[in-house]
C-alpha cells in the first residue's frame, strides 16, 4: 500500500480541484484493508507533530486498485474530485510538506525533522512522501516541489517504489483515481518495481543522501508469490552475535510462524522459524516480523515467506518494515528444550526468536509488574533472595536461574491481566513445561507464552498466622500509608480509603496481637490511629483496643504507633520516645506487664531511614555498592541510638520491633545484634518463609523483632504472616488500573510489608 499522487493547491488561483487530495494505491498481490490505518501530515520543516493532522482511514483494496482521499478546500472554487473514497479535512501545503500513511489510527508523535521518528514510530509508517522543501523523506531526496496547478504523481500508475521519493515520483497534471478506476496491477513491466512491494520508508529517512543499495539482490519478479524462493536464511539473518550482519539490507526469508501477536494490543506481529536450521548452535534460527493482521493474518504452523528490512528494534533482531507475507503452505516446529540455570557466561541470544520449553518447575520469584506489563518472573530452584538477607546467596547464578515470562502484549494496563484465574497467582506458585518464543525487549530477554500456563497453588495462603504459643502476643505492621488525609500518600478518595481500612482492619483481626506496632500513620496526632482502632473495635468489640499517644511524633508525614489490649495489658509509666535528631521517624517506647501484675517487658516501635537515594546521601550514606543501598551509616546510627535509649533508660526486657529497612545480614542488624538483642525470625523461622518484603524480585526481611537476653527466654514462637509480599499489588485498595472483581475486604495485599507475631509467656498477672 503506497501514496500514489499528493495535491495539495487545491481552492488556490489557478488550481484544477477545489480540494487538496491524496490518493494511495495497492501495488501488490494480494488485497490489503486500511481499516485501524490513517493518514497524518505536518509541514516540511516545521515543528509540528504528525499526529496533529491526522485522518483515520476504513476500507479494503484489492491489487492494482486505487483510494482517493479528499481533503481540505481552498477559498477558490473550481473542479470537483471524482466521488471520494475518504473525505478529511486536512491541509496540505501547496508546495512543500510530508505525508505519511500510518498502519495505525494513533497521531506519531513526531515530524522526523526537528522531532525524529524513534524506530517504534518509524515501523509504524507504511509509506512517506516529502516533497518540495521536506526535511524527512525516503532515499537521497524529496519528491519535487509543487505549485497550485501540480501534484506528486508516482511512476508507473503508482507501482513505482524504490524507496526514493526523489526517483519515485514526478511533478506532474493532477489526475486523481478512486476505487471505481478500473483497478491496475502491477506487472513485471511496471516501472522499477521491486518484486516484493514496499510499503514503508527507510529505516532511518533524512535529508542526507542514503547509503549504497543492499548487497543482497531483490528476487526476481515473478506473479506467483510463493515461486519467489528466499535469498537468505534466517541465520544468516541473526548472525552469531547480538545484533544481526545484516541491519538495513532488505531480505527474503522463510520459516513456520511459531507464535501469533498480530492483533491490536498484542506486538503487532508474528514469530517464525527455519524448520532446517544451520549447524551452528551460536546462531538464532528465529525471527520476528514487524506486520499487523491487516497487513497479512497468519497463525501458528504457517509456512511463510516474508520479505522485509533488517532492523535492531530496542536489542531484538527483527524485519521491520515488512513488505511482503507470503503463506504457502504449513508446516510443525518442535520446541527446543532449554534447562535452567544457564551455563556461566551464555546468555538467551542463540535462542532469540526460537519457540522453547522449561522442562523442569518454574517458581514465580516476582509479579511487581503482573497489573501494569502483563510480566512475572520465574525460577528454577525456588524463589530468589536479596543477598543481604542470608548467607549463600549468589546474584550471578540466581540471574542464571531465572525467567521473565510476558503476556504477548505490549499495552500498559491491559484490559485483562494474565494468570489471575482461577486464582491470583503469588511468589511461590510454581508451574511445570512453560512454553513459548523467546523475544527481547526493555533490556530483557522474555518468553511470550504460546501455550496456557497453569501456575499451580504451591505457596498456599494462610488464613491465619501460625501458632506462636505464650500468653502475650506482640504483632509488628507497616500500614501503608494509613492517612486520613486524602490525596496525600495513602487514598486518595473516600472510596478508597475505605478500601484500605477494611483491608487493615481484616489483618489486624487475623493478627489478634495484645499490643500492636504500627509503622506508616499519618502524623497527625491521634486522628489516624484512633480511626483505625475506632473502626478495629467495630469488628471485634468496643474497647478491644486503645492506642498509645506518641509524646515526640516527629516532622516527618508518618510516625509509628501502637494500640493495645486494655483488658490483657497494662501501660506501666509514661509512654517515651527520643529527640535524638538521629531519629527521622523516633521510636514510641513503652513498658506493660499482664493485667493483674507480672513481669514486664519493653517494646520499641521503630522506622529506620529507607534504602531510598536522593542528593542528601553524601559521604558515608552514599550507596557503597555493598548492596546496603543507601543511608546505611545512618540506619546504624539509629541502631546504635536504639540500644543507647535501652541502657540509658534502664528499659526491663526490650523487644525491638518494626521496618528496619535493612536485611537480615546488614550491618544495622549485626549492630543490635552486637548489642545483645537476638533475632526471633532467625530464631523461630525456617529460612525459606524468613521474608517480609518483595524489592526487584527478590524477597527479604526488612520488619524485624529482637529481644534482649532475658526476655529471649519467655519468647514462645515467632511467625511471619504472609498476607503481603507474596501477592500482587493489584489486590491492593486502590482503583486506578486494579480490576474491580479482583478487591476483597480481606487481609491479603494490606499493605507490601508482611506482618510479624511473637509469642510471650510471661509470669504473673491474670488471664
Known sequence: MVISQVYGGGGNSG??????????????????????????????????????????????????????????????????????????????????????????TEGLACNGGSSPCTPEQTAQIADLVGYG????????????????????????????DTDDNAADFAAGTPAPRNTATPPAPCGVASPSPSTSPSASPSASPSASPSVSPSASPSPTPSTVPCDVPPNRQIAEVQGSGAASPLVGQTVRVEGIVTGDFQETGQQSGFYFQDPTPDADPATSDGLFAFARASFKDVKVGDRVLVTGRVTEFNGLTELSPVTAVDVCGTGTITPKAYDLPRADGATFEPYENVLVTFPEPLTVTDHYNLGRFGEV?????????????????????????????D???????????PYTTPQVVRLGDTAVGVTGVLSYGFGAYRLEPTKQITFLRTNPRLPAPLPVGGNVRVASLNT??????????GADTAEEQQRQLK????????????????????????TAVNALVDALNAEVGAGTYAALTHPYPGSDAIHVAAIYKPAKLTPVGETRSSTDPVF??????????????????????????????????????????DGQSCYNAERVRQAKAVLGLIDSMDLPNPLVIGDLNAYGEEDPIHTLEAGGLTSLSKRFVPAAQRYSYLFNGLSGELDHAMAGK?????????????????????????????????????????SDHDPLLIGLNLPGGKG
Open 133 to 160: 522543501t521536506a526535511n524527512y523523506f525516503e532515499g537521497s531526496a524529496a519528491a519535487p516541489g509543487l505549485s497550485n496547478s501540480t501534484a506528486a504523481v508516482r511512476a508507473g500508475g503508482g507501482c513505482a
Open 503 to 526: 483491608k487493615i482492619v481484616a489483618t489486624l483481626k487475623g493478627l489478634d496481637a495484645d499490643v500492636v506496632g504500627l509503622m506508616e500513620v499519618e502524623n497527625n496526632g491521634q
Open 407 to 417: 503476556d504477548g502484549s505490549n499495552t500498559e494496563n491491559p484490559a485483562t491481566i
Open 15 to 104: 488550481a484544477p480541484y477545489t480540494n487538496d487530495y491524496v490518493e494511495l494505491f495497492n501495488r501488490g498481490t494480494a488485497a490489503i484493508s486500511l481499516d485501524g490505518w490513517s493518514l497524518q501530515y505536518t509541514s516540511a520543516t516545521g515543528t509540528g507533530q504528525f499526529g496533529s493532522q491526522k485522518q483515520n482511514l476504513s476500507g479494503s483494496l484489492a491489487p492494482g486498485q486505487y483510494h482517493l482521499v479528499q481533503l481540505s478546500a481552498g477559498s477558490t472554487p473550481s473542479g470537483t474530485l471524482p466521488s471520494a473514497d475518504t473525505v478529511g479535512n486536512l491541509s496540505l501545503s501547496a508546495t512543500a510538506g510530508k505525508v505519511v500513511l500510518v498502519r495505525s
Open 710 to 750: 532475658q526476655l529471649v527466654k519467655r519468647v514462645t514462637g515467632a511467625t511471619i504472616w504472609h498476607v503481603n509480599a507474596d501477592e500482587p499489588r493489584i489486590l491492593d485498595y486502590n482503583l486506578e488500573f486494579n480490576p474491580p472483581s479482583l478487591y476483597r475486604p480481606d487481609a491479603f495485599r494490606s
Open 377 to 405: 518472573t520465574v525460577a528454577a530452584g525456588g524463589r530468589l533472595f536479596q543477598p543481604t538477607d542470608r548467607d549463600g546467596v549468589s546474584p550471578a547464578l540466581d540471574a542464571r536461574r531465572s525467567l521473565l515470562v
Open 584 to 625: 527521622r521517624r523516633p521510636p514510641l517506647i513503652q513498658t506493660f506487664r499482664r493485667v493483674g501484675g507480672g513481669q514486664p517487658f519493653t517494646l520499641l516501635v521503630n522506622h529506620f531511614k529507607s534504602k531510598g537515594c536522593d542528593e542528601e546521601a553524601t559521604g558515608g550514606d552514599a550507596d557503597q555498592g
Open 480 to 489: 501503608l500509608n494509613w492517612f486520613t488525609t486524602l490525596d496525600s500518600r
